[in-house]
């Protein structure tokens, strides 16, 4: 606390990010980050963009990437905008089209920076509750109540579960929800899911998220996008021109752009990853793990018999660390990212160590 703060930074409660610890030969498995390095195109195009022209300013508008990610998607340039890193398109998206007097509505257990960004632009919202298997019940949206909303918005699959929500639910809700803006929160959809993007001409008021951080291997980069309705993507636009008018590096540009255009790399990463996802998945269930059906590059579990802050704790002495979630219903599950073979395989191993002399859960 500090009498030169202004008012609102005293109740301001910010998002915590994953560990990020400087450990010699760990096994970082705790904040989704893809094991597969960037497409080699990518790096090249980095690598070409270091010269002497990084004393000038970079394209405000990225149109190198934005033309990029319009044709991989076959969409208009006009429906794209890009940003440094999907939460910071996430918080021009809060600020510009969910402040509204009425809540904006999203599940109770989701990615924790929904709250964050409510507190820092003063967006009221209502958290509605997954259901008994994990799953965002998009029907309880938009109806009686709630019909009147600022907003709505979830991730899919959602965070930190990797539960994915049918297209078909999602359009649905687009049907009956057609006068407050619906995000799709995209972060992990090339895990295993089908993108909204396809329905953001059908419907104005859809707005779908994604980042480069996750399928893309670019964490490092910080580039994010959206797809929708001209409208909207000028609604962010005019918010990125008031905060920032360069978020994107010439780097970043170039980088980005690159690995859209690389979509052999793009798939067999993703490929690798899935099948990793899988078979982790069959192993855990063997050692006593209930794991939750995943779309995304981690897998949501909890021990029928061992507690979970025990198990994380006892990975990290073996140097092996995951995300332990102290939350009210997943306070016993486990997230863990896709690794590297090696890295499942030493995860698998350290688990076999440790529950065979790991007490019961109280």
């Not at 409660?13 to 904040?31: C, F, R, S």
């Not at 998206?93 to 924790?112: A, C, M, N, Q, R």
Request: hydrophobic share 45%; charged share 20%; with cysteine.
């Amino acid at each position: 606390m500090s009498k030169f703060w202004s008012t609102f930074v005293h109740d301001l409660v910010p998002y915590v990010p994953g560990e990020q610890p400087k450990i010699a030969n760990l096994v970082k498995l705790n904040t989704n980050e893809n094991p597969y390095g960037p497409s080699p195109k990518a790096i090249a195009a980095m690598q070409a963009e270091v010269s002497d022209d990084l004393r000038l300013y970079p394209d405000p508008n990225a149109d190198l990437l934005k033309t990029a990610i319009a044709d991989y998607y076959g969409i208009e340039k006009s429906f794209v905008f890009v940003g440094n890193g999907s939460d910071e398109v996430l918080a021009h998206v809060f600020h510009g089209l969910l402040k509204h007097e009425s809540p904006v509505l999203f599940p109770d257990i989701t990615y924790s920076f929904y709250p964050v960004y409510c507190g820092l632009y003063g967006v009221p919202f209502t958290q509605l509750p997954l259901n008994e298997t994990f799953e965002i019940d998009l029907a309880a949206y938009g109806q009686g109540t709630l019909q009147k909303n600022g907003g709505i918005i979830f991730p899919n699959p959602n965070a930190p579960t990797g539960v994915l929500t049918p297209l078909v639910a999602i359009e649905a809700l687009l049907q009956r929800n057609t006068e407050s803006v619906v995000v799709v929160d995209e972060a992990y959809i090339d895990f295993g899911g089908e993108t909204a993007i396809s329905l953001v001409k059908k419907y104005p008021n859809l707005l779908v998220t994604q980042t480069l951080s996750k399928s893309r291997s670019l964490a490092g980069l910080r580039v994010g996008l959206a797809v929708g309705h001209p409208d909207l993507v000028e609604a962010l636009e005019r918010i990125k021109n008031s905060f920032n008018s360069y978020p994107l590096g010439r780097v970043a540009i170039a980088g980005a752009a690159a690995a859209f255009a690389d979509r052999d790399y793009f798939s067999r990463s993703c490929d690798a990853v899935i099948a990793s996802r899988e078979q982790l998945a069959r192993e855990l269930g063997v050692l006593g793990f209930e794991v939750l059906p995943s779309a995304a590059n981690f897998i949501f579990a909890r021990h029928a018999c061992h507690d979970a802050a025990r198990l994380a704790l006892g990975l990290r002495e073996r140097g092996i660390i995951v995300r332990h979630f102290r939350l009210p219903r997943i306070e016993q599950f486990l997230r863990i990212s896709i690794g590297a073979p090696e890295q499942n395989a030493a995860l698998l191993q350290a688990l076999k160590d440790i529950l065979p002399a790991a007490p019961d859960m109280p």
